[in-house]
T-cell receptor
């Protein structure tokens, strides 16, 4: 079942912060985050493996609330290079399958 | 080497043509994937190979035929495609099951396919 991402799109000025949410109607054991820049392939950012875990990548961090079945991606002091579409992904019940959310388009303006 | 290499980068084909997409990785990953991605949509899983065996086929039409000749190579054979099959085709690989990093998708740059 596809995780639900919000918001669908967000526009920021450089230096502003943003939060992207990912929630699931079923129990989550891990959450992945990817970023895809325009015309490029998705790139893995981080994986959160257990409830309450937080990870960081540059000034991008994430949290995972297993109880609430949701994860949030925090972009702090955004830079132009953060622009792109952010996808969360959750493992399905089948071995290697990852199910992606619909994506959140992030645009950082100067 | 943390790369997944896909060729060609662009492909234009007619509806009667036969072509193949190629994907290669040398990270020792034992799971390889084909995804289809339309504009402004997430990648949509097509096939998964695990230890060179097809483990998932997401009800993909038979005009798409995957092949995994060895643990480093993945091909997607295309035949009699339709214009609606035009999309970005992404290959990915992930570390073996049983590792903490299982399911992490390392994507290739993709092949942009246009079917005329």
């Amino acid at each position: 079942q596809q995780p639900v991402q919000s918001p669908q799109a967000v526009i920021l000025r450089e230096g502003e912060d943003a939060v992207i949410n990912c929630s699931s109607s079923k129990a989550l054991y891990s959450v992945h985050w990817y970023r895809q820049k325009h015309g490029e392939a998705p790139v893995f950012l981080m994986i959160l493996l257990k409830g309450g875990e937080q990870k960081g990548h540059e000034k991008i961090s994430a949290s995972f609330n297993e109880k609430k079945q949701q994860s949030s991606l925090y972009l702090t002091a955004s830079q132009l290079s953060y622009s792109g579409t952010y996808f969360c992904g959750t493992p399905s019940d089948y071995g290697n399958k990852l199910v992606f959310g619909a994506g959140t388009i992030l645009r950082v303006k100067s | 080497d943390t790369e997944v290499t896909q060729t060609p980068k662009h492909l234009v084909m007619g509806m009667t043509n036969k072509k193949s997409l190629k994907c290669e990785q040398h990270m020792g990953h034992r799971a390889m994937y084909w995804y289809k991605q339309k504009a402004k949509k997430p990648p949509e899983l097509m096939f998964v190979y695990s230890y060179e065996k097809l483990s998932i086929n997401e009800s993909v039409p038979s005009r798409f035929s995957p092949e995994c000749p060895n643990s480093s190579l993945l091909n997607l054979h295309l035949h009699a495609l339709q214009p609606e099959d035009s999309a970005l085709y992404l290959c990915a690989s992930s570390p073996p099951l049983g590792t903490v990093a299982k399911n992490i998708q390392y994507f290739g740059a993709g092949t942009r396919l246009s079917v005329l």
